[in-house]
Structures are given as C-alpha cells and as structure tokens.
C-alpha cells in the first residue's frame, strides 16, 4: 500500500504540470480544472490574420525547402507549381548573392530559424518532476509571436473521447467546448494516424503525422509539452485558438499538425497556437497558464 501510494504520488508530481485531462475522473466538473472562457469573449491576443501569415510564411519556407519531395503534388496543381518555381528562382539568385550554396537542404529546424528568427525543441523541463518541456533553443521570440502549435486530434462537443482521455495527460479543451487530444502515445496517436491515412487525397495530405515521431517535419508543433507555470516559474506564453480558412493552401496542409475526429462534418479546421506574452530569449523554457479565466 505505501509503494502504491509512493506511485501515484510520483505520477502526480509530473502530472500536476499538465493539463487536466477531459472529466475522465472529475465527476463533480469543477470550474477550475477546465479552462474557462465567457461565451462574450474574445481569446485573441494577435489577429487572426498574423496567426495566418506566420504559419504560411513558414509552411512555404518548409515547402520550398523539401521541394524534391514535393513532385507527386506539384504535378496535381500546375498553377501552384509555377508559383513555388518563381519563389525558389528568387531564394537561388539571393543566395547566389550571398554566396550561399542553395543545394544543401536545411533541417525543419534550421528552416524556421531563417524564417522567423528562432528555434524551439522539447528538452528536460527545468521544473523539478515535470518531465518534458519546450525550450527556445536558438534566436529570440518577440512578444506577440506565434511560438509553437498544439498538435492533435480535433473533437467536437459530443464525440466519443472518453477511453482515450484516460490516463492522457494532453487534452486541451477550447473555449467552445472543442477538445485536442495532444497524445502522441497508445490509442489516441492510432486515432490520430487512422483519420490522417483517411483524409489524404492521393499524394495529398491533408495534415501532418510527424509529430507522432522524434523526426519533425514542422518544427512548431511541440506546443503539447509545454508546461504550466508555477509560483517561480511565470507564464510567458498563452493558448490561442485558430480556424484555418478555407482558402488555406492545399499544398501546405501537409505541415498542419491536427485533423478532425469526424470526416463528414463541413467546417474549418481548429487549431491553437502558442503565442508569447512577452520577450523569450535564447535558453528559455516556455511556460503557460491552463488555468486562466479570459475576460
């Protein structure tokens, strides 16, 4: 009985950290374990529209970047292929102006580095028995930046979640009641796989798997091992949802780290991103508030 008693106090410690998983065991539904939002509010600490411009500018910066790769969809879509070949025509005269040899192919990471001026990876969080956490590894991050994505299967009011929020540590719930199940483990990174494999279109998919792997292909979407904050440790980050439009590229879907849980339903993906509260230096851990009460 101590033994188990020593487990459970264990698992809590590294528990407490994260986000409370969706009333899998919190019968009573106590206010302060979910995240809770007036209807009248709005959760937008950027536009909507510079949420949109980071992610394409950076998707395309990957897009161009793993161009070879890209051959089964570019001859699907002439059009978009003759855009992609004006962008890269322009990056190779400015590297040739740099003195920069354009055939060597940059990781994700170095890829958003020269994009957007930062890196950010999973790391050993500095919080004592929080597991992992999420660090600006390289540059800086200006406040009111997109810092990093919340990867994940998207569930609307209603749809079956329960087994896999047993035990998950990583289901983050949005203000209307929509829940991402940021579990890149066991039943909830099978659904995962299962409505991605779904939703391709011949060699066009829909969203990103990576994130289910050690080997990202979009080097934002950790935002699911970012840590609550604590007394010593403030939040200097903040969820913010966002519903990608309809007129989002097809050809860059492929670095959208979520999908829906239900195929026939007709609305706009959501997504949340991560966005800095203030200055992140180089080093950094990022810290968030799960707890926050938006007015």
């Known amino acids: 009985a101590v033994a188990m008693l020593r487990e ?19 019968l ?22 510079d949420v949109f411009e ?19 969809i570019l001859a699907l879509l002439p059009e978009v292929k003759c ?27 170095e890829v958003l580095f020269n994009t957007l001026g930062f890196t950010v990876s999973r790391d050993r969080s500095s919080l004592v028995s929080a597991g992992t956490g999420v660090f600006v590894t390289r540059g800086f991050v200006p406040k009111g930046m997109v810092v990093s994505m919340y990867p994940g299967t998207v569930y609307r009011k209603h749809e079956p979640i329960f087994f896999q929020s047993l035990g998950n ?11 991402i199940d940021g579990n890149d483990k066991g039943l909830s ?6 409505c991605s494999r779904r939703d391709q279109l011949g060699p066009l998919q829909m969203s990103d798997e ?15 091992y970012v840590n609550n904050c604590s007394h010593e440790k403030a939040a200097n980050v903040c969820y913010q949802e966002f519903d990608v439009p309809g007129h989002f590229p097809v050809e ?31 080093g950094e851990e990022l810290f968030s508030n799960y707890y926050t009460v938006v007015s």
């Open 8 to 26: 459970l106090r264990r698992r809590w410690r590294s528990y407490k950290y994260r986000f409370v998983p969706w009333l899998a065991l919190n």
């Open 28 to 49: 009573r539904r106590q206010r302060r374990t979910l995240r809770y939002v007036p209807e009248s509010s709005q959760d937008k600490i950027i536009a909507d529209e």
């Open 54 to 72: 980071t992610l394409l500018k950076t998707f395309k910066a990957l897009f161009i970047n793993d161009f070879g790769r890209q051959a089964d």
């Open 83 to 109: 855009q992609y070949l004006e962008l890269l025509t322009l990056e190779q005269k400015q590297s040739e102006v740099n003195s920069c040899n354009h055939q060597h192919m940059f990781s994700p990471e």
């Open 169 to 179: 540590p990583f289901i983050f719930r949005c203000i209307d009641g929509v829940l």
């Open 189 to 194: 990174r099978s659904v995962y796989r299962s």
């Open 210 to 224: 990576s994130w289910l792997t050690a080997t990202l292909q979009n080097p934002l979407a950790v935002g699911q």
């Open 252 to 282: 860059l879907k492929q670095y959208l780290p979520n999908i829906v849980y239900s195929h026939d339903i007709e609305s706009h993906l959501r997504c949340v991103v991560l966005v800095t509260l203030r200055d992140i230096k180089q």
